[in-house]
């Protein structure tokens, strides 16, 4: 009766572990197929880079009669903005970039594209769906050592972070490594390749979903961070 009954658990963990892998491999299946499509849909449909505006702050300094003041403020916002769009210009190639200001998020909610830019500063004619991908360059990121610094961050049209498998948060600044912005921006435009690549190798069967190796060994830390200098 023991060994049967040693045989009816052995089953019944190897019915249980089977059930497991199925479900796992299910998971994988179903978010290598979102991964793909997100993919496939920025490269054909772009992204929407978020500009900051500071109407808020800057309109409340001016009727506390702060004008001087405020207008510096926008200024240098302006100038800010300005640098981002550059630096998209010259560095990201995975896909078209357009732009809005922050002031026009609930009009894109609401499919609403008037207010949209090429990153000439033309209309952009962006009508296509208003499931779209947007960079916030302001959004506050928690890095590895617990503190706070803005980074460019992938969104949803509900301002929802897209987390892993997606292109993760790129910082700006790290302990005391900072990086300008076509610095960002390149290492951006690299992860969208990254990911595209490594869900284009698991769709043909390349590659296992879920387990791919995204470090670096140190020579290519190395390449990396000297191609980054030279930016």
Do not use: H
């Amino acid at each position: 009766m023991k060994p049967v009954f040693t045989l009816l658990i052995i089953f019944a963990t190897f019915c249980t572990n089977a059930q497991k892998s199925e479900t796992t491999r299910r998971s994988n299946t179903d978010e290598l197929k979102r991964l793909v499509e997100r993919i496939a849909f920025i490269k054909e449909n772009g992204i929407l880079l978020r500009l900051r505006t500071n109407d808020a702050g800057l309109n409340a300094l001016r009727k506390a009669g702060n004008q001087v003041l405020a207008d510096k403020l926008e200024e240098r916002q302006q100038f800010e903005n300005k640098r981002i769009i550059a630096a998209f210009k010259a560095q990201f190639a995975f896909a078209p970039v357009y732009y809005f200001y922050s002031r026009d998020m609930e009009s894109l909610k609401k499919g609403d594209f008037s207010k949209v830019y090429t990153l000439n500063d033309q209309p952009a004619n962006y009508t296509k769906t208003r499931n779209f991908f947007m960079v916030d360059p302001y959004y506050a990121v928690v890095n590895s050592t617990g503190s706070r610094s803005t980074g460019f961050t992938l969104m949803d049209s509900s301002s929802l972070v897209m987390l892993s498998p997606m292109p993760k948060p790129i910082i700006k600044r790290f302990g005391l490594i900072y990086k300008t912005y076509p610095q960002l921006v390149w290492d951006w435009n690299y992860r969208f390749e990254e990911t595209a690549y490594l869900a284009n190798e698991a769709k043909n069967g390349l590659l296992k979903f879920g387990t791919e190796n995204r470090s670096f060994s140190k020579t290519e830390e190395r390449t990396i961070a000297r191609m980054e200098r030279e930016l």
